[in-house]
């Protein structure tokens, strides 16, 4: 389901058009501080809280400012009353949906709720007759996200039904936690971390989940419900927010829902997938999401930088160069952090990457895997230490085995002429050639080794280092071989991979 989100002149954004793209699952809205995350949360969270967008006053619009969002065809369009100095929706609300809102801290009409009832407790004895025990599915999911244990909220009560709250004159269902010395505190009063999750697992264990069976049921435009939750990280520990993802991720595999974080938390940020991450940038007022974004890419700009997304052990220094370009598109496009490093002989490569995983070297969101010369392919398989290892394999042999073959094994003229031209250029390659091949040490090293070095020694004498000549040689090869495979082979398992690394 898209929801398209039209900002022009709120607060510090000057224009923001994104078509939001949701599927049933968990989302989150991501970015450095003051870039606009809550007022584009406020946008997408008013389709089941209205009063998000009508309580923006003369300080945060101006006389043009306006919001659109739209959905299936549908559009609502708010602009500036200027004799009330707020936003008003230009015709009765259409993008509407089953769902909720929440945020960490207490703030407009939701709360109202707040002083209202702290005079009647204070002033209505009987007002406790009218208390029942929260549900038990209520009180087990409270305990286990915010104390990860059981019976924490025992004495967890609320009033016996909503019409009950209604005739106290309560816009919602209030809770109260009965102290020891036998006093009741509502949940306005507990923690914010206690008070928003009350409200969210009475949103979440009450009949709103199964809509047809509400008694007041509001005209939506499609049955899907929504959570959104405003900087969930300023109200819960990062492990309760760890506990509040799973148990979320249960409550969307048995329900169509959809839930949107807005947070700078690392601890939620890798538990989402790089696809389901909207990362907001600000320029000048100017706001523009980019998605996917990897967790590391989005991480980087709300704490010090501590690694990369994914991580790529290579051989040597020509596969890194080939391996960096293959992936260069790849990263700029999904906003992904890649590290590139060479370790050795693939022996050493493979025994790295498995330490580094029991070791947790990286981290244990990070992904890790191999990319092997392609020469060594049947001996890296016949290996049964490494069968579990994540690795793939370049098209080709390495450079030296591929220039040793080019030049020795089965001379191809066309690739003589082209390579010696573009890098020989004061002594020709076939007067080299033929030095080189009187030396029965060069001839008989059939890895290509010492070939390789002798050639940058001459390339030495004509400007070229060993870094530019495997530069220059690796865009070589790009329109000689086929590297479009494993281009695809990278992105695919990078994409296959990272998402079930990250969640483990």
């Not at 009950?164 to 507990?190: C, H, R, T």
């Not at 697992?201 to 047809?212: E, Q, R, V």
């Not at 990280?233 to 595999?253: G, T």
Request: aromatic share 12%; charged share 25%; net charge neutral.
């Amino acid at each position: 389901m898209d929801i398209g989100i039209k900002l022009h002149n709120i607060k510090n954004i000057v224009d923001f058009d994104y078509q939001f793209s949701f599927e049933k699952g968990i989302y989150a809205l991501v970015g450095e501080n003051a870039v606009g995350k809550s007022t584009v949360m406020s946008a997408i969270a008013s389709t089941v809280y209205s009063a998000m967008i009508t309580q923006y006053g003369k300080t945060e619009i101006t006389n043009d400012s306006s919001i659109e969002i739209s959905c299936l065809g549908n559009k609502d369009i708010w602009t500036c009353n200027n004799s009330i100095e707020a936003l008003q929706c230009q015709h009765k609300r259409i993008v509407v949906f089953n769902g909720i809102y929440e945020g960490s801290i207490f703030s407009g009409t939701r709360f109202a709720d707040m002083k209202n009832i702290d005079v009647i407790l204070q002033n209505t004895p009987g007002f406790v007759d009218d208390f029942v025990p929260a549900s038990e599915k209520m009180k087990e999911a409270l305990s286990y996200i915010l104390h990860d244990e059981r019976g924490h909220y025992s004495e967890l009560y609320k009033l016996r039904s909503f019409e009950i709250a209604k005739k106290y004159g309560l816009e919602n269902m209030p809770y109260f936690l009965k102290l020891p010395d036998g006093q009741y505190i509502s949940k306005y009063k507990m923690s914010s971390g206690e008070c928003l999750l009350i409200s969210l697992l009475n949103f979440i264990n009450s009949t709103a989940l199964m809509p047809k069976h509400l008694k007041h049921r509001k005209p939506v435009l499609a049955e899907r419900m929504f959570i959104f939750i405003d900087e969930v990280e300023l109200a819960l520990h990062p492990s309760s927010i760890v506990r509040l993802i799973k148990y979320l991720e249960d409550m969307v595999r048995k329900n169509d829902l959809t839930v949107l974080f807005s947070s700078h938390s690392s601890e939620l940020i890798r538990r989402i997938s790089p696809d389901k991450m909207f990362y907001l940038e600000n320029m000048n007022g100017h706001a523009q999401i980019m998605s996917p974004c990897y967790p590391q890419y989005a991480i980087r700009t709300l704490y010090d930088h501590d690694g990369y997304d994914s991580t790529i052990l290579v051989e040597d220094s020509f596969s890194e160069t080939i391996v960096r370009k293959l992936i260069q598109d790849f990263r700029i496009q999904n906003n992904l952090l890649i590290n590139v490093i060479p370790v050795g002989a693939w022996n050493n490569t493979l025994s790295f990457q498995k330490r580094a995983i029991e070791q947790n070297a990286f981290g244990h969101d990070r992904f890790v895997f191999s990319i092997i010369d392609g020469d060594v392919k049947d001996e890296v398989n016949r290996s049964q230490q490494y069968n579990s290892i994540r690795k793939l394999f370049l098209p080709i042999k390495s450079v030296e085995k591929y220039i040793y073959h080019k030049l020795f094994v089965e001379p191809n003229p066309e690739f003589v002429r082209q390579f010696g031209n573009k890098y020989f250029t004061m002594t020709p390659l076939s007067v080299i050639m033929r030095q080189l091949k009187s030396r029965d040490e060069i001839v008989r090293d059939k890895t290509g080794k010492r070939l390789f070095s002798a050639l940058c020694e001459e390339l030495k004498k004509v400007g070229y280092t060993k870094e530019t000549f495997v530069k220059e040689l690796c865009e070589d090869l790009f329109v000689l071989e086929d590297f479009k495979p494993l281009k695809r082979n990278i992105e695919e398992f990078i994409r296959d991979n990272f998402y079930v690394v990250a969640k483990n």
